[in-house]
């Protein structure tokens, strides 16, 4: 049964990380990085309330944080961006996209965690 939780986040995780990284190409133009970067961070921050969270079901815990975050959240796009920017001889763009995911997801978790606690 928890894999069939972890499928049900994923329809809507997976669809809607899409959704982002196309209005923000749409919004910003070809080979932007923030609709990533904007699910990267959502998505830290909802897992970081989901495990702050400690007496939940294992039901939502697959449903929300593996399934919804862990489709939602990307580290290949991100890391395929990076090499992509970096390639393209944007170094200090990637270097700043690198600094920003990390500081602000981790950033993200934290206050989630920290908010439900």
């Not at 909802?46 to 944080?65: E, M, N, T, Y």
């Not at 944007?90 to 981790?106: D, K, Q, T």
Request: hydrophobic share 55%; proline share 2%; aromatic share 6%.
């Amino acid at each position: 049964m928890t894999a069939l939780w972890v499928v049900l986040g994923a329809l809507v995780g997976a669809p809607l990380r899409f959704a982002a990284d196309r209005a923000a190409v749409r919004w910003r133009g070809r080979g932007s990085v923030l609709g990533i970067l904007a699910v990267n961070v959502v998505g830290s921050l909802v897992l970081g309330i989901v495990l702050g969270l400690r007496d939940l079901s294992p039901a939502v815990v697959a449903l929300v944080g593996t399934g919804f975050c862990g489709t939602v959240t990307t580290f290949s796009t991100f890391g395929y961006d990076v090499v992509r920017l970096v390639e393209e001889r944007e170094v200090g763009r990637a270097l700043g996209y690198v600094a920003g995911s990390v500081l602000l997801g981790v950033g993200a978790a934290a206050i989630g965690h920290l908010a439900v606690r």
